[in-house]
């Protein structure tokens, strides 16, 4: 048939003269080349193939099924996400509904007081338009509101930019700073691959900064000042300093004290502050509390004109987990009218974010209140999700630190843990002879074994000489015990067919 010849001549077009293609892999962008985001890497790729051959033959492998520790995303592996911020996203999105009768016995009375306000801020209620480039400003206003209510200091909704999770803010963000590789920006070490893997793309420098495992991935302000010094040496102007805090992978939660030295620290040495704060929710330990960089700067007595300051949040974390929601902002304070205006065209190049991430976003930093109709069940939601992350947490890493050359520093918020593994020097050599690194050929051989899927720390750079990986704290409650028993039982084998 038609159909069959045009298929059998465009396949064979294609073999044929494929060295005709117009793209080689030489002749792309060199910097796309470079770049790695070891989140969504290798290992996951194999985890893939082998759900692919479970799917077909479910015996095929020593385990029934992969599960994902590899990435932040709750609600793939069973989290749900917070009735009242959907019943008003569904009533936001489908507003025929807010004129049924039904619909009373169906959402809350808040959540139809809720959705009528937000639609009163959107041009002709239409969630299918285009909105300000910067995002709705009704939303803007709940989200500073928020934000004043959460730090006690001022917030312009015009500083917010709203975008479709963290993720595009912070490329913004390096995109505005990065130049060449003559310009450099301060990451943690180890660090969120986002961050490396946009340096790349944009051409700059990474110009890193160790956390201390041994005092709980602490942060020294004289190892900042000798990378900045070094960096400095050789050439490169350092343009930021990049803080996540909570950490990821590294799941430290900052002491004010510590966050007070990195501010004076970023305005001594004229250096953009990146607050990476989208796991603010989620703190577990009680002798820890998050505190926002905007308000220990401001508390400082630093204002707009003192320091460069861009916090950013998402509402991929947290007890909401909507990451595929794609839902995020940033704060941007302290630049000049005519840097702002050029972020500000950065903005409307991608015209706006997607306003169900938008929506979600206002909800995230503007919850039920008390004497809200729904704010008893959004209290025990939230509760119940992140004293469940808090108890997974603590089981995860004391079974962690229970096996064989592993320690593992508490997770203290964020959403993992990043052991320390000290690998026989027998693994070592077995690993080069796979011209693999270390904990990649460990995680190769865990998942193979288990089916667990985390991520080498190499993804995530570490000390030289030293091996981690990461694993996420978000299988559900009652799949913990037996992805410890899965590990247990596999690490102990592996330790003792490379023991020394
Ligand atoms: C520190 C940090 N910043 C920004 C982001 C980007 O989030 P959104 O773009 O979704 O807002 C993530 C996502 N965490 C990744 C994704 O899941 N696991 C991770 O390590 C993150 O961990």
Redesign the pocket.
Same mark, same amino acid.
């Given at each position: 048939s038609l159909s069959r010849f045009l298929s059998s001549t465009s396949k064979m077009a294609a073999s044929d003269s494929a060295s005709s293609l117009p793209v080689t892999i030489d002749s792309i962008n060199p910097k796309v080349l470079k770049c790695e985001y070891a %989140?969504r890497g290798e290992i996951v790729n194999i985890a893939q193939k082998l759900q692919d051959d479970l799917k077909s033959n479910k015996d095929a492998y020593p385990f029934d099924e992969i599960i994902y520790c590899n990435?932040? $995303?709750p609600q793939s592996l069973g989290q749900l996400p917070i009735k009242f911020f959907r019943e008003v996203l569904a009533l936001c999105d489908h507003t025929s509904l807010l004129d049924e009768s039904e619909t009373h016995g169906l959402f809350s009375t808040d959540s139809i007081d809720r959705a009528w306000k937000i639609l009163d801020q959107i041009p002709g209620r239409a969630t299918g338009a285009y909105s300000h480039s910067q995002g709705i400003k009704g939303l803007r206003d709940t989200i500073a509101a928020g934000m004043e209510a959460r730090d006690g200091f001022p917030v312009d909704p015009n500083d917010i930019f709203l975008t479709d @999770?963290?993720?595009p803010a912070?490329h913004m963000m390096l995109q505005l700073l990065l130049s060449s590789e003559k310009d450099g920006i301060l990451c943690p070490i180890p660090q &969120?691959p986002?961050y490396s893997a946009s340096i790349a793309l944009n051409g700059g420098s990474l110009v890193p900064y160790y956390l201390d495992e041994a005092t709980g991935w602490g942060l020294e302000i004289s190892d900042l000042k000798k990378q900045v010094e070094e960096a400095r040496s050789k050439g490169i102007a350092v343009r930021a300093l990049v803080v996540?805090n909570p950490g $990821?992978?590294t799941g430290q939660v900052l002491a004010e004290e510590n966050q007070r030295d990195i501010v004076n620290f970023c305005k001594q040495e004229g250096l953009v502050l990146l607050a990476?704060e %989208? &796991?603010q929710e989620n703190v577990y330990v009680s002798d820890k509390k998050f505190h926002s960089f905007k308000k220990v700067a401001r508390s400082l007595g630093y204002g707009e004109k003192d320091i460069s300051l861009v916090s950013?949040q !998402?509402? !991929?974390?947290g007890y909401y987990g909507e990451?595929g929601k794609?839902g @995020?902002y940033m704060e941007v304070t302290g630049f000049t009218s005519d840097v702002r205006e050029q972020i500000y065209k950065l903005a409307t190049v991608n015209l706006c974010s997607n306003i169900s991430g938008q929506i979600l976003a206002s909800l995230v930093m503007s919850p039920p209140k008390p004497g809200d109709d729904s704010y008893d069940s959004y209290i025990a939601e939230r509760d119940g999700i992140l004293t469940s992350m808090a108890r997974r947490a603590k089981t995860l890493e004391e079974a962690l630190n229970n096996l064989e050359g592993v320690t593992c520093n508490r997770a203290e918020g964020a959403m993992y843990l990043f052991p320390r593994i000290d690998l026989p020097q027998k693994a070592i050599e077995a690993a080069e002879t796979a011209n693999t690194a270390p904990d990649a050929f460990y995680c190769k051989r865990l998942l193979n074994a288990t089916g667990i899927v985390v991520v080498p720390g190499s993804g995530f750079g570490q000390v030289p000489g030293t091996w981690h990986f990461r694993c996420t704290i978000l299988p559900q409650e009652e799949k913990i015990p037996d992805i410890v028993n899965r590990l247990t039982e596999f690490h102990k084998s592996f330790m003792d067919e490379f023991r020394n």
């Open positions: %989140v990435i932040g $995303n @999770g963290a993720s912070i &969120y986002l996540i $990821n992978p990476d %989208v &796991y950013f !998402s509402i !991929s974390k990451c794609r @995020g």
